[in-house]
């Protein structure tokens, strides 16, 4: 793999008559997009033969720029929705782009059964701790103390880790980085993309216009700046751990990495054991 | 198919409950994707499915709730797989956003609704029509569904497979208003010969991708209706339930995109309902009183009609099999040599609206209804026929 230029990208798989996108400047969603179609180009993955599917939110507009088939589906609904699609024609590869809020408040039933179930899908969630669509309001994922439209005296609310979530039921593979970690990020999607079963990548995004204004956090550069300094990789933290160290960090890396029979698999044997 | 489903009986011949007739009847119209939630009095559906559907090459799959498995229905149809699910009341509520993303983005789609007394819980093992101008008017905004209601098991069957033929070539959700009774009685029913079953399939895209627009119409048997390219096949559809163009792409700000869309989706069902409004009616031509019924109701209903006649009385019997869309002035032309319609309905009044509105002001249309759980007995729609002699 090479560097690919950003004109290949945009050229191969965006649609371009869907630009420009409605991310706000300093958005990391489009960076997510990018990292994302670049591991697909790395992969040479078909895109006749993948669906990308979304619920509600800024990162839920994704598909609507890649140039595939897409299912912007409802609110908190997006893993439901793939699960049909995977479920129905396992031959298609299923990408879901979620937010933290669509996959971890009204999604997170569909998010924990999907990894129960272990559907063969890859789930991007763009976590920007915040609303971003509706104008700023609290998300499960806000820390404690965050300002938002609807917590202005600060979160009281303990917030959610999706990625731990994800490893405790049993995601056969889960990985956590920032959009300051691009070639990780990239490295990780790559992994998801390939590995059979549910496969779980989130990514810490700035939202500049909401959550990084009101919490008066400055620019992109700075939010990720702060997202740099308040993570530490697996490996790390594992090391501080050893050492009777504890971190209030969060934990970046890859968290999960392992084998495990999915759905189409299992379905496909015991029905070849009927007749 | 059918002859896989015979085959794998032995027989033609069953006696089984109407949850499971929507079993045979799916499978029957190629249904092969079935998610569901369990729920008295639907559950029934659901086991049917789970023990047929791996065995003809189909998904069986139980989602975490009713939400998730009108969702995966969805996106299972989004691939071209014939998809069904089903559920009651409590269940049927959960699930009205999603039939609303299908009639907005035209996703083929059968709900089977075996309703049960509600509000909320209810009566979950009691029969009731309560859920009748909620197959029609649950999801918000204007939209326009189809929703069959069957009198008998057979029928059950029968219907199950035009639910499915009319969902393919409208391209909307398709709802079937079962209820407990019919649900859980078992009646025997006849599988038909697979040469004698009409199976409609969505009219596939066969334009060049890059000319390809998933929402232009004018392609297929009804001129409104778009036609469908399934995911994996290579025409890139996107997919949305927000107000689309032609392409498919989010136009949520343009008045003119939102009023051609929506008007379209109402009319493509509506401009057709002379070849989808289904109904049967006895003695209507000297008729001065007519029972109007739909459902299990209609058994009593046609019971009282003919002990009435048998007393004299001059008493006819409108059955609706399609409930939605409601034939306004076929309704009218029915019922216009009766002074007295009786709508007998397991509701506190539901269908009497739409029948109201259809008849002339002159005509008295009075409602004979019945909730708790026990169907209307003959007697006691023939009481409402003698009250108005």
């Known amino acids: ?275 | 198919m059918t002859n896989d489903v015979i085959r794998l009986l032995g027989k033609n011949q069953l006696f089984i409950q109407g949850d499971e007739a929507a079993v045979y009847g799916a499978l029957i119209a190629d249904c092969r994707f079935f998610a569901g939630y369990p729920i008295t009095p639907a559950t029934e559906v659901a086991e049917g499915m789970a023990k047929w559907m791996p065995r003809l090459g189909g998904v069986y799959v139980q989602m975490e709730d009713e939400i998730a498995s009108i969702a995966s229905v969805i996106g299972a149809s989004c691939t071209g797989v014939k998809s069904m699910t089903a559920t009651s009341g409590p269940g049927f509520s959960l699930m009205q956003e999603c039939i609303g993303y299908a009639c907005m983005a035209e996703i083929p789609c059968v709900i089977v609704n075996v309703q049960r007394g509600g509000p909320s819980t209810g009566q979950p093992t009691e029969a009731a029509q309560g859920d009748v101008m909620q197959a029609m008017w649950g999801t918000h905004g204007d939209h326009q569904i189809i929703a069959l209601a069957p009198k008998s098991v057979q029928e059950t069957l029968d219907l199950t497979i035009e639910a499915f033929n009319l969902s393919e070539d409208y391209r909307v959700p398709v709802i079937l208003l079962l209820d407990a009774e019919i649900g859980h009685m078992r009646e025997k029913v006849v599988l038909p010969e697979i040469k004698n079953v009409l199976v409609e399939e969505r009219v596939p895209a066969t334009i060049e991708p890059d000319r390809y627009r998933p929402y232009r119409t004018g392609f297929t048997r009804s001129s409104k209706v778009p036609e469908f390219a399934p995911f994996g096949s290579g025409y890139r559809t996107y997919v949305t339930g927000l107000t689309h163009d032609k392409r498919g792409f989010p136009v949520t700000t343009s008045a003119d995109v939102h009023e051609e869309l929506v008007r379209r989706l109402v009319e493509k069902v509506q401009d057709d309902i002379d070849s989808i409004w289904y109904y049967e009616d006895s003695f209507l031509e000297d008729a001065e009183i007519v029972v109007v019924s739909y459902g299990t109701t209609s058994r009593p209903a046609a019971s009282a009609v003919k002990m009435a006649r048998k007393n004299g009385l001059k008493v006819g019997h409108l059955r609706l099999i399609t409930i939605w869309p409601f034939h306004y002035e076929k309704t009218r032309d029915l019922l216009k040599n009766a002074h007295t319609i009786i709508v007998a309905e397991m509701n506190l009044g539901q269908m009497i609206h739409p029948i109201t509105e259809a008849v002339s002001s002159d005509t008295k249309v009075i409602l004979a209804p019945k909730i708790g759980g026990a169907i209307h007995t003959p007697f006691e729609i023939l009481k409402f026929i003698e009250g108005e002699q």
């Not at chain 1, 993948?50 to 598909?63: K, N, W």
């Not at chain 1, 999960?256 to 054991?273: H, I, L, Q, R, S």
């Open chain 1, 1 to 275: 793999m090479g560097f690919v230029s950003n004109d290949i990208i945009v050229d191969k798989y965006l649609r371009k008559d869907m630009l420009p996108t409605i991310f706000c400047t300093g958005c990391g969603i489009g960076s997510v997009m990018n990292f994302s179609l670049r591991a697909i180009h790395d992969l040479n993955i078909d895109m006749n033969k993948t669906v990308f599917v979304s619920g509600i939110g800024c990162s839920s507009r994704v598909p609507g720029y890649i140039y595939a088939d897409g299912l912007h589906s409802l609110h908190g609904r997006a893993i439901a929705y793939a699960t049909g699609v995977k479920l129905a024609n396992p031959d298609l590869k299923v990408v879901v782009f979620t937010g933290d809020g669509d996959c971890g408040a009204i999604g997170g039933n569909h998010f924990l059964h999907a990894i129960r179930r272990n559907v063969d899908i890859t789930v991007i969630s763009i976590n920007n701790f915040i609303y971003g669509m509706t104008g700023g309001q609290v998300a499960p994922t806000t820390p404690l103390k965050s300002k938002t439209t609807t917590t202005p005296y600060g979160n009281i609310e303990y917030p959610i880790d999706l990625s731990m979530m994800a490893k405790v039921i049993g995601a056969p593979y889960v990985a956590r980085w920032t959009t300051a970690h691009p070639i990780q990020c990239i490295n990780s999607i790559k992994k998801a993309l390939q590995k059979t079963g549910f496969s779980f990548v989130e990514i810490l995004s700035p939202c500049p216009t909401s959550y990084g204004r009101m919490n008066k956090m400055g620019t992109t550069l700075d939010m990720t700046k702060h997202f740099k300094e308040n993570t530490i990789n697996i490996k790390l933290y594992e090391k501080l751990i050893a050492e009777g160290k504890t971190t209030d960090k969060m934990i970046i890396g890859e968290l999960v990495d392992t084998e495990k029979e999915d759905f189409n698999a299992k379905y496909k044997k015991f029905c070849g054991e009927l007749k």
